[in-house]
């Protein structure tokens, strides 16, 4: 019963530890369905050939049961009829058949036996089996849950890192635009000095010309410039 000890581990099997250990959950369900599948092929292979040596060593025991009953009965007619030799020889017959009765009885408890853990191995398998498949579109759904919450992240963090270059581009334009205020105010007050510069110059020019010599300058200035030859 090398098939025993060769499915011994699936009998045993975790399927969360397996997929703990998994880089791809995903990859990894369906590569070990497939393997369940497999496994399960040779299960039945070897289940109905051990089932057949049950219903065969069963089938065995039986007939020699059968003869052996039938000796007895045999034996029991021969003397009944007076022949006792012959019921002598049914008799060693049924010796013969009892002691192969003993052998016939081991060998169909252990077939029986075999079979017993080879269904039992039969049904764990058919048991993972559709444990896993009710679970792999879970698992799937999670996986790309996890996967679309990845490319969020990455999204999210390269938005991040625009918004930052965004901020950092406003600061500078805030900055040149406090500066353009600052020259603009700037220029405004030097033209409203200039303005004022030029009109206290036009004011003075006019005060010089509104302030009349009087007449006895005047008549002064006329003889000065006789005088001079002017």
């Not at 050939?49 to 039986?62: F, G, N, S």
């Not at 110059?201 to 005088?227: G, I, N, Q, W």
């Amino acid at each position: 019963m090398g098939i025993i000890q060769r499915f011994k581990d699936i009998m045993s099997s975790n399927i969360n530890a397996l997929l703990d250990k998994a880089e791809d959950p995903e990859k990894m369900v369906d590569q070990y369905l497939r393997n369940l599948e497999s496994d399960l092929g040779k299960v039945k292979a070897e289940t109905a050939a051990v089932m057949a040596e049950e219903t065969r060593t069963k089938r065995a025991l039986d007939e020699c049961v059968a003869e052996i009953a039938k000796m007895q009965s045999y034996a029991e007619k021969a003397i009944v009829a007076g022949n006792d030799e012959d019921a002598k020889a049914f008799l060693t017959k049924k010796a013969t058949l009892t002691a192969n009765q003993a052998t016939l009885q081991q060998n169909y408890e252990l077939a029986a036996a075999n079979a017993q853990k080879m269904r039992q191995m039969h049904d764990k398998l058919v048991a993972d089996i559709s444990q896993l498949n009710s679970r792999k579109a879970e698992i799937k759904a999670k996986v790309q849950m996890a996967k679309a919450q990845e490319r969020i992240n990455k999204m999210t963090s390269g938005v991040n890192s625009a918004l930052d270059s965004a901020s950092g581009a406003m600061s500078a334009f805030d900055r040149m635009d406090q500066k353009a205020n600052q020259m603009l105010d700037q220029a405004n007050a030097m033209a409203e000095l200039n303005k004022v510069n030029e009109t206290n110059d036009v004011d003075a020019l006019a005060r010089k010309y509104d302030s009349e010599p009087t007449t006895a300058v005047d008549d002064e200035l006329a003889l000065l410039k006789a005088k001079l030859g002017k």
